[in-house]
């Protein structure tokens, strides 16, 4: 089990684990200073870090199923138990390949080249196609950019509507910007309290 900071505190050392274990320890108990957890934490960054950019958490690298195949109560058909796979679907990462906004007069022009890495229900890791404007506030935040909300449609809507025409029906819409150029990959992940942690690397 790892759901508490006195279960990560009593595990033996993470050295003494293939790095991905050490890692799994040390990323539930926030990454605590330790020299351990400080050889964990960078590994982390630097499999973020461009190029190639793997997976932050490869726990098909951490051995957790009993040997000889003997099946264990409360792992997985991904040889994890709740708790674990919490952990690592927890992990949020997205790598912002390129996203441009720029105004010119009257017009602006924006390009999201944005994908987000998910882990699936066999451990399997993959990006899918995703968003930097329509990301998580979290995004923007951790890539020095800025969210806004703002209401669009309804009666109060700029456009001119033609006599008889309802109005659309308003709905208030939330987006991440970043003036320029932003290239990054930037990872949000919970230790056991539940409190969250941010890491980008921009290149």
Not at 2 to 22: K, R
Request: aromatic share 10%; proline share 6%.
């Amino acid at each position: 089990m790892l759901g508490g900071a006195a279960t990560v505190a009593a595990a033996p050392s993470a050295s003494a684990y293939p790095i991905d274990c050490a890692i799994l320890l040390c990323l539930a108990g926030g990454f605590p200073a330790s020299a351990e957890c400080s050889a964990a934490k960078a590994e982390f960054i630097r499999r973020i870090t461009p190029w190639p950019i793997e997976p932050p958490l490869q726990l098909w690298n951490c051995p957790m199923r009993s040997s000889g195949g003997i099946s264990v109560p409360g792992i997985g058909a991904d040889g994890l138990t709740d708790d674990v796979r919490r952990y690592r679907d927890g992990i949020e990462i997205y790598h912002v390949q390129m996203y441009y906004h720029k105004r010119g007069g009257d017009n602006e022009y924006i390009t999201d080249n944005t994908v987000v890495g998910e882990y699936q229900a066999n451990g399997d890791f993959r990006w899918v196609g995703a968003s930097y404007q329509h990301g998580p506030a979290w995004l923007a935040e951790a890539s020095g950019g800025t969210t806004y909300t703002r209401t669009i449609g309804g009666c109060d809507d700029d456009r001119p509507w033609r006599v008889g025409r309802t109005c659309p029906p308003s709905q208030t819409v939330t987006t991440n910007d970043h003036m320029g150029r932003l290239r990054g990959v930037f990872i949000r992940y919970q230790d056991h309290s539940g409190a969250y942690h941010v890491e980008g690397v921009r290149y």
